[in-house]
C-alpha cells in the first residue's frame, strides 16, 4: 500500500518515530523521511531530519499538506 500512495519524491513523516527503526523499512518509497517525536533519542540517525513536537499539542511547526505520507506505528 504504501508503494502505490507515495512517489519516490514524496516526503514521509514518521510521527512518534522514537529511534527511526521504521527509516530501514520505508526510506525506499519516499525521497525524504522525516522523524518527529517529543525525544530525540541517542539513536536516532544523525543524518536523518529530526522535529521535535509535544505530540500532544497541534502540529504547528509544520505547514498544511507538508508531507505526502504520515504514518505512526506503535
Known amino acids: ?3 502505490e500512495q507515495c512517489s519516490p519524491s514524496g516526503v514521509l513523516l ?5 529511534i527511526g527503526n521504521l527509516k530501514p523499512f520505508v526510506s525506499k518509497f ?7 517525536d517529543a525525544v530525540r533519542y541517542p539513536d536516532f540517525p544523525t543524518n536523518t531530519e529530526f522535529v521535535f513536537q509535544n505530540l500532544d499539542q497541534p502540529l504547528t511547526q509544520l505547514s498544511d499538506n507538508f508531507a505526502d505520507i504520515v504514518i505512526s506505528v506503535e
Open 14 to 18: 514518521d510521527v512518534g518515530c522514537g
Open 1 to 3: 500500500v504504501l508503494s
Open 30 to 36: 519516499c525521497d525524504r523521511y522525516i522523524g518527529i
